[in-house]
């Protein structure tokens, strides 16, 4: 397995210098989109024939460039200038066009704002605990009736501990009385394809 990550742990004293270096070096970044969580944005899509989507904490664009490819209208949300950068030069090179907007979604997502899918995946475990659940209804502020929500995070990242509580997600989601259409939370850990061994969850919820 080839690690395309350097740089790591991030460092918890200086979280945004950290992330905008390692955003800036262009051989850094988590390998490719997960496969399951990108047929899960075509069929929504398919189900509606024009959709609009957000990638909060889009990084690099690894899910905000194939959400453009599939055809819907994209807004990227980077808290980082180097990762916008690399968001913009990537749709650039496919093709593609997508919005870029830089800034803090933990600020942005208190006031509302309506995707039809808010894709999220790998905020949670980087923001703290006491802010997670402001997250995820920052994910909600943004979600237009009849919506869906994809969140991937990681529950435990070796080295770092566990950093979201196993069924917080999922639970947070019930509580609304949204559809869940699929939750996993894996319990064993494994190495990621970037070479970190973690072990994460995905959530997917429908807004009824």
Not at 7 to 36: I, K, M, T, V, Y
Not at 159 to 171: I, K, S, Y
Request: glycine content about 10%; some cysteine.
């Amino acid at each position: 397995m080839t690690t395309r990550v350097a740089l790591w742990p991030p460092d918890p004293s200086r979280p945004a210098q950290w992330w905008d270096e390692f955003w800036a070096q262009r051989d850094q970044d988590f390998g490719p989109p997960s496969e399951r969580v990108v047929e899960l944005a075509e069929e929504f899509l398919a189900a509606r024939g024009a959709a609009t989507a957000v990638d909060v904490a889009s990084g690099n664009g690894r899910y905000a460039v194939p959400l453009a490819r599939m055809g819907y209208a994209v807004t990227a949300i980077e808290y980082t200038s180097s990762g916008a950068a690399r968001i913009r030069d990537a749709a650039t090179a496919q093709g593609v066009r997508l919005a870029v907007e830089q800034g803090d979604f933990l600020v942005l997502g208190a006031r509302p704002r309506p995707f039809d899918l808010v894709l999220s995946s790998g905020l949670l475990e980087e923001v703290p605990a006491g802010d997670q659940l402001r997250a995820l209804e920052g994910y909600v502020r943004w979600t237009a009736p009849h919506g869906r929500n994809i969140v991937k995070y990681c529950l435990e990242i070796d080295g770092r501990g566990p950093l979201v509580a196993d069924g917080l997600v999922p639970r947070f989601y019930e509580r609304l009385g949204w559809d869940l259409r699929l939750v996993r939370e894996n319990q064993a850990m494994k190495p990621s394809r970037a070479g970190i061994v973690l072990r994460t969850g995905t959530v997917v919820a429908d807004r009824r």
